[in-house]
């Protein structure tokens, strides 16, 4: 099996390479924003309507997390030193049949699609909603340093001394949202993988109605608010570790939570937040243990 510092490093390489995918298409909508916002205050002294760039990075955010799905598929098998999935059922000593392997491959595919098409349009409005922010703090900011300066503030000097704020604010945020949205995808396929072959509901992953049949007997949907049934709480032997890259990057929160380990539907303790896996915002967790995080989940039998 994979030492844990191997593991590690293939699961941060990897994410790295997912978060250099995105970034482009996160540089060319912000483009538009700059440009749009230009001329929108230079013509009224205001900024444009931010509606209009939701749909763009809600589509970008969905391929994004596919990508990311596909790339971490079968990280808990390597996790564990097992070539399929019926194997990591067999570990928890239950029967299995021929068509087990495909059931949970199916079960995994539906519960990342549905997990994709809820998430993707939340995150697209907090991306557009900070977006809006940095458009009226830029604008704010560009008149002050007008009036300091003792420069003219009409409309077209206040668009271009708010374009270069702007531009500087959206640049920075080009990175952060790459890894955030890297991490968040790519330790939730780990999480629906853990879910779907041991059976165990986890808060924020839901379970599609038309999959029930897939998962029945083992399995009984109850009723709860939200879309559909989700898995119901069982015993697992499957357990999840906590793991950072033990460098001086790590915030000292996360340090605290190095060799953390936990059943699989149980919260991780994180600076006084709950997560249930390094990226989680289910539980309510704060943006500064979100933000820029590195650690990983290991899920072992």
Not at 101 to 113: C, P, Q
Request: charged share 25%.
């Amino acid at each position: 099996m994979p030492s844990r510092s191997e593991i590690l490093h293939r699961e941060v390489a990897e994410k790295l390479r997912l978060e250099a995918l995105i970034k482009p298409g996160i540089r060319k909508i912000f483009a538009m924003v700059a440009a749009d916002f230009r001329a929108s205050v230079a013509r009224t002294g205001q900024p444009p309507p931010v509606t209009r760039y939701r749909k763009a990075f809600e589509t970008l955010l969905e391929e994004h997390y596919r990508r990311c799905q596909k790339s971490f598929s079968g990280a808990i098998l390597l996790h564990n030193d097992v070539l399929t999935f019926t194997a990591l059922r067999a570990k928890q000593n239950k029967q299995v049949d021929g068509e087990e392997e495909s059931n949970i491959k199916d079960l995994i595919w539906a519960i990342f699609l549905l997990w994709r098409d809820q998430h993707a349009p939340i995150q697209a409005d907090i991306i557009v909603g900070t977006t809006a922010r940095d458009m009226e703090d830029a604008i704010n900011q560009g008149r002050m340093a007008l009036r300091e300066e003792d420069k003219p503030t009409d409309n077209r000097s206040v668009a271009l001394a708010a374009l270069a704020i702007l531009k500087r604010i959206l640049r920075g945020r080009v990175d952060l949202i790459a890894v955030t949205e890297t991490q968040a995808a790519s330790e939730t396929a780990k999480a629906i993988e853990a879910s779907a072959v041991s059976r165990t509901l986890i808060p924020g992953i839901p379970l599609p109605r038309d999959i029930v049949p897939l998962v029945e007997p083992t399995v009984r949907p109850v009723e709860v608010p939200g879309p559909g049934p989700r898995l119901t709480p069982v015993e697992s032997t499957l357990k999840k570790n906590w793991l950072t890259m033990r460098d001086r990057r790590v915030r000292h929160t996360h340090k605290e939570a190095e060799g953390q380990s936990r059943a699989l539907n149980e919260a991780f303790n994180v600076g006084g937040a709950r997560m249930m896996f390094p990226g989680d915002t289910s539980l309510g967790a704060p943006i500064r243990e979100i933000a820029n995080c590195r650690c990983s989940t290991q899920y072992l039998f």
